[in-house]
């Protein structure tokens, strides 16, 4: 049965913790479906780890329409919730309502996500929900907004800290199905759980989250670099690199096709 913003609520009232991980293409969406997480977030961040950009701000639509759909390809368990680039929904509500619109129809995705919660931001949640379009929001640290914000931890002075509060408190009035808290003190994160009926995800957040989410390709030991609370499971370069190497040795030494009998 397909995970939908429903069972994750269900999920939080259970104290039942929400896996969540991303993926960039249908051979990662295929294995980590396969696992059996609850989300698959198909994130801006494939920006970097799929594409090799420097941050996650070039990524067009175009681009995060055509790994959504591989993805969708790969999936049958898990909530897929697709990314908006960033100044693809920023600009006017028209602009976010044909951006959401376009990643529902042209892909599988069940789901949106959009970060930051100042209330243009949650305004703009407010008409996505109402036509009918699932949102998750993002708040703390938001990496489309890391030339005015940094890498850098959110929430750690008093003022700060009330300012995530009530975005994360907007973005559920706004109707969000679930919000990502990124890099923000635990106590923090742990405040904006209690308070909000809707689940929150954190990457970054300490563990009083309803859920984590890590990208995949830190998960994989794949990325070049990792943020600080990411966790390798994993040393996949090391393992990749090998393999190739292995391959390359036995095609020089005509070991790899194995001769056939003439
Ligand atoms: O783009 C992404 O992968 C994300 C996660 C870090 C939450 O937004």
């Known amino acids: 049965m397909r995970v939908t913003p429903r069972i994750l609520r269900e999920y939080k009232l259970k104290s039942r913790p929400i896996v969540t991980l991303t993926a960039w293409d249908y051979a990662i ?20 780890v799929a594409l090799g950009y420097e941050n996650t701000l070039p990524v067009s639509l175009d681009a995060m329409i055509h790994h959504t759909q591989a993805v969708c ?25 044909h ?15 959009l970060e930051g919660g ?44 009330t300012r995530v509060v009530s975005e994360a408190i907007a973005l559920e009035q706004a109707g969000a199905f679930a919000i990502v808290l990124e890099h923000i003190p635990a106590a923090l994160a742990r405040t904006i759980t209690e308070k909000l009926s809707i689940p929150t995800i954190g990457i970054g957040a300490g563990s009083h ?10 998960v994989l030991g794949l990325s070049e670099k990792s943020p600080p609370f990411a966790k390798k499971y994993l040393q996949l370069d090391t393992l990749i690199t090998e393999a190739i190497k292995h391959y390359s040795t036995d095609v020089r030494q005509r ?3 194995a001769s056939e009998a003439e």
Do not use: W
Not at 29 to 48: C, N, P
Not at 209 to 215: F, K, N, R, T
């Open 29 to 48: 969406a295929r294995l980590v479906d396969q696992a059996g997480v609850d989300v698959i977030l198909v994130g801006d961040s494939l920006a970097m």
């Open 73 to 97: 390809r790969g999936v049958e368990h898990a909530l897929v919730v697709s990314d908006l680039p960033f100044l693809t929904y920023q600009e006017s509500m028209s602009q976010a309502i």
């Open 99 to 113: 951006t959401a619109g376009r990643i529902l129809k042209e892909t599988s995705a069940q789901a949106i996500k």
């Open 118 to 161: 100042h209330p243009a931001i949650a305004a703009t949640v407010d008409r996505l929900t109402m036509l009918g379009i699932p949102v998750m929001g993002h708040v703390g640290l938001t990496p489309q907004s890391v030339h005015t914000l940094g890498y850098r931890q959110q929430g750690k002075n008093e003022a700060d800290a």
């Open 209 to 218: 989250c309803d859920g984590q989410v890590l990208v995949t390709a830190d």
């Open 255 to 257: 070991k790899f096709p």
